[in-house]
C-alpha cells in the first residue's frame, strides 16, 4: 500500500468517525422545535418536585444525623 492510499484511507476513516462522534455525543438539531405548553408545564412541574424532594431530604438528613 503506498503512502498516498494510506493518507487517503486514514482521512475517510477520521471523516467517518466524526460523522458517527457527532450522532453518538447529541448533537443539537438544526430546527427549533415547537414551543408545546405541556412540556413546559411538565418541566415546571418537575423542577418545583425536585426543589420539595431536596428539602424534604435535607430535614431528613439534619434530623437523623445532626439533630441527636
Known amino acids: 500500500m503506498k503512502k498516498s ?3 487517503e484511507e486514514a482521512r475517510a476513516a477520521l ?3 466524526y460523522q458517527q462522534s457527532e450522532k453518538i455525543l447529541g448533537a443539537q438539531p438544526i430546527e427549533k422545535p415547537e ?3 405541556i412540556e413546559i408545564l411538565g418541566k415546571r412541574i418537575a423542577r418545583i418536585l425536585s426543589v420539595i ?3 424534604g431530604l435535607l430535614v431528613y ?3 437523623t444525623y445532626l439533630n441527636g
Do not use: S, V
Request: cysteine-free; proline content about 0%.
Open 5 to 7: 492510499e494510506r493518507e
Open 35 to 37: 414551543d408545546d405548553r
Open 61 to 63: 438528613l439534619w434530623r
Open 53 to 55: 424532594l431536596l428539602a
Open 15 to 17: 471523516k467517518r468517525l
